[in-house]
């Protein structure tokens, strides 16, 4: 089964990958392209909806009485996330007031969920540093258990050229707390400058998934299961956008027992700083 995607920039909303397909059972992604002037129509549904703003300046319109407006980052690389949580069974209108660039993120919601809208701004978005050396990379938070929601959980990752991020290499396969717990993922990439690449490992315990791709600026990676370690070749600034989804709401990985020896060891590449 492969598990790697390629998103073709295009006007409008594309949905890239629906529940369903390359193992995923929660997870619904796409991206909409607004330019100015240009509206969307949405109703969420059955499922509960996470706008992450990418790119540019929007207003969103929720339950036709709650507005707000994204004056937003020029690119992912510019800022942190304005982020916009929809609940279930919700209309929804996005107004581009210029070319803006949204991930729209879905999860089916309990059908008893009864929660508001959320709006989340840069100054709400949780900063992380995770990892050292060269594999250190930088979390934000936006969409986090802060947010009265049903399944999801949105934020971002950025690695600096030649870093590891997803390391050690983890997994959240099983219903096992508190060890670990079952939810699936998924990851959509971009690379600065644009003509870079990177790396994205899936594989589990016994191999019988063990999968390598070369990952693309507008790369998307669905993740039903497995360790998904990803490296940023040097000079390439690499960011990717993370959704989980499972039955319940709470993040507890699993580091592959191989390579957890590297949290307690010594710095193995160091900062030599010209010496």
Not at 39 to 50: I, M, Q, R, V, W
Request: proline share 7%; aromatic share 12%; glycine share 8%.
């Amino acid at each position: 089964m492969g598990f790697l995607l390629e998103y073709e920039p295009s006007d409008g909303y594309v949905e890239i990958i629906n529940r369903g397909n390359c193992g995923l059972n929660y997870i619904t992604f796409g991206i909409l392209r607004l330019e100015y002037g240009k509206s969307y129509f949405g109703n969420s549904g059955d499922d509960e909806t996470a706008l992450i703003v990418l790119s540019g300046k929007c207003d969103v319109r929720v339950k036709a009485s709650l507005c707000f407006s994204v004056d937003g980052r020029t690119h992912v690389f510019g800022g942190k996330a304005h982020g916009v949580y929809v609940p279930p069974d919700t209309n929804y209108v996005i107004n581009g007031v210029e070319q803006t660039e949204i991930a729209v993120c879905k999860a089916p919601a309990d059908p008893n969920l009864k929660v508001e809208p959320a709006f989340v701004t840069p100054n709400n978005v949780l900063v992380r540093t995770v990892g050292q050396n060269n594999w250190k990379r930088y979390v934000h938070d936006v969409i986090d258990t802060r947010i009265d929601a049903s399944k999801l959980v949105v934020g971002e990752t950025f690695n600096p050229p030649g870093n590891w991020s997803s390391y050690p290499p983890h997994r959240h396969d099983f219903d096992n707390l508190p060890e670990e717990s079952d939810q699936e993922e998924l990851y959509f990439f971009k690379i600065e400058p644009s003509q870079g690449f990177g790396i994205q490992r899936i594989y589990t315990d016994d191999l019988s998934v063990n999968e390598a791709y070369v990952i693309k600026n507008n790369s998307v990676v669905a993740i039903p299961k497995g360790y998904h370690p990803v490296a940023a070749v040097p000079g390439y600034h690499l960011y990717y956008l993370w959704i989980l989804a499972g039955e319940k709401r709470i993040l507890k990985p699993k580091d592959d027992p191989a390579h957890t020896w590297i949290k307690e060891s010594k710095p193995v590449i160091m900062n030599l700083k010209g010496e």
